[in-house]
């Protein structure tokens, strides 16, 4: 599935080691940057394939050399795929170094449709691997970078391809979903029961073929999310907690044919301007999109198709109600589902995988939770403080994040603002389309159209002239 995204996809001449380029693959009718997060942006928002588009991806369209020379460089660069395992301690020091990406960029819904886009091509009635697709970091390839639902992802790459030149032990599979997991725990998310040791592809060949990402808008939506979903092999309390990080990022027209160019929650940033967001604070992950959606408060957030079909569809409906309600049953629920869709279609080494919190890293070690009672009366002291400082990062950047509102200048405040469903109004008093068709009824009783003006009754016209120069007359007179 959706929050996001800085740019056009940029498409590279492919990386593959093979002597020969693979044949050219179908194109979808246009971009799906808004569906399939994130982000949104998207973001946005799983911000995925989308209909056809006013604004075709040129970029998407061709392989010829029209592709910048950055853009090159940068896959070309990822066309050198680890076969190993990943390294337990790179892992580590990578997810930190994402960290401070995030803090700095506001990257978080790119990077979580970064990790979306490499696992969500699984097949689960193709055994084999790699042509069953899912996290096997084929997304690195101009063969699958230049699908029209990976629009943008190009920039996420970018910002990836750095940390993978620094950490050359780890792969791009587990890089992808590290970026991704991480990217939601820093916006507030919930902790995500994340294992690693994917195992990458290793030429262009082995990516999978383009049009197994979902439709933004399907003819029918909810029968094609579980057409796309069911073949991953989730159920529909999955697919409507997956739906559920639309809560970060953007859609922008010129990616994936959806949204708004600019609303009064996006035309500031952070990041590049510009987009319409699912929700209002769009860089922060809680439930406010189911909120939004089941009351639709405010036209200057988006509705997808797909967003809609959730509190249409009768079997959807219960899981959209309740994580409506229930913020901590949706993280619960969404941590299960984003971990399930990480693993989908990898090949592990060692088998099992493993979890970076199973040896706690040196940060995390810090004794100073035992004294903190004694202390807790009086003000903790100055040492005791900068200590305690590593052990809980992940739940400062996260308020961090989450308290930067799109509308308000990205000011970070010490802590999350509470939901206040007055802040979602916009505000805009209009009258309703009845309403409008029974003063525009009225207007053209008496003559009127919105082509031409009012007739000017005459009659009335000329008493009020007589009596305008009577009562003129009468003050000369006094």
């Not at 394939?49 to 006013?54: E, G, V």
């Not at 910002?159 to 997991?181: M, N, R």
Request: hydrophobic letters at 35%; one cysteine or more.
């Amino acid at each position: 599935m959706a929050e996001r995204i800085a740019a056009s996809l940029l498409p590279a001449a492919s990386p593959s080691p093979a002597p020969s380029p693979s044949p050219p693959r179908p194109r979808v009718s246009a971009a799906a940057a808004a569906s399939f997060p994130c982000c949104s942006t998207s973001a946005g928002g799983l911000r995925l394939r989308s209909r056809p588009s006013r604004f075709p991806q040129k970029a998407a369209t061709t392989r010829s050399g029209r592709a910048g020379a950055g853009a090159r460089a940068v896959v070309r660069c990822m066309a050198a795929a680890a076969v190993a395992a990943s390294d337990a301690a790179q892992l580590k020091s990578a997810r930190e170094d994402i960290r401070e990406i995030l803090k700095t960029t506001y990257c978080h819904p790119i990077m979580v449709r970064l990790g979306w886009h490499d696992s969500g091509t699984y097949d689960k009635n193709i055994e084999e691997w790699p042509q069953r697709g899912g996290a096997d970091g084929s997304l690195r390839f101009d063969a699958e970078l230049s699908h029209g639902a990976n629009a943008g992802l190009i920039n996420a790459l970018k910002l990836i391809q750095p940390i993978k030149d620094k950490y050359p032990g780890i792969t791009y599979a587990d890089l992808f979903q590290l970026a991704s997991a991480t990217a939601i725990e820093e916006a507030g998310g919930p902790k995500i029961p994340m294992k690693y040791g994917r195992v990458d592809v290793t030429a262009a060949e082995q990516c999978p073929p383009e049009g197994r990402l979902p439709d933004a808008g399907p003819r029918v939506p909810a029968d094609h999310l579980r057409e796309v979903f069911y073949r991953m092999g989730l159920d529909d309390k999955e697919i409507v907690a997956l739906s559920g990080a639309h809560t970060l990022g953007r859609s922008r027209p010129d990616r994936s044919g959806w949204g708004k160019p600019e609303t009064k929650y996006t035309k500031d940033g952070p990041g590049e301007p510009g987009g319409q967001s699912w929700t209002v604070e769009w860089l922060k992950f809680d439930n406010s999109y189911f909120k939004d959606i089941k009351e639709q408060r405010d036209q200057d957030l988006l509705v997808l198709p797909t967003d809609a079909a959730l509190f249409e569809d009768p079997s959807f409906k219960v899981y959209a109600e309740k994580y409506a309600e229930d913020q901590e049953a949706f993280f619960k629920d969404y941590a299960e589902a984003h971990a399930k869709l990480s693993d989908l279609g990898a090949k592990f080494d060692p088998p099992e995988g493993f979890s970076l919190d199973d040896e706690p890293a040196v940060e995390e070690k810090d004794p100073e939770p035992a004294p903190a009672p004694a202390a807790a009366p009086p003000p903790p002291p100055v040492e005791e403080k900068k200590e305690a400082e590593p052990t809980p990062e992940p739940v400062t950047v996260g308020a961090a994040v989450a308290s930067s509102p799109a509308d308000d200048n990205n000011g970070a405040a010490p802590q999350p603002e509470p939901f206040v469903a007055a802040k979602y109004s916009y505000g805009k008093k209009e009258l309703s389309d009845s309403m409008k068709q029974k003063i525009r009824a009225e207007y053209e009783g008496f003559g009127g159209s919105p082509d031409k003006p009012l007739q000017s009754n005459y009659f009335l016209n000329i008493m009020l002239l007589i009596g305008g120069l009577a009562f003129l007359t009468s003050l000369l007179g006094s």
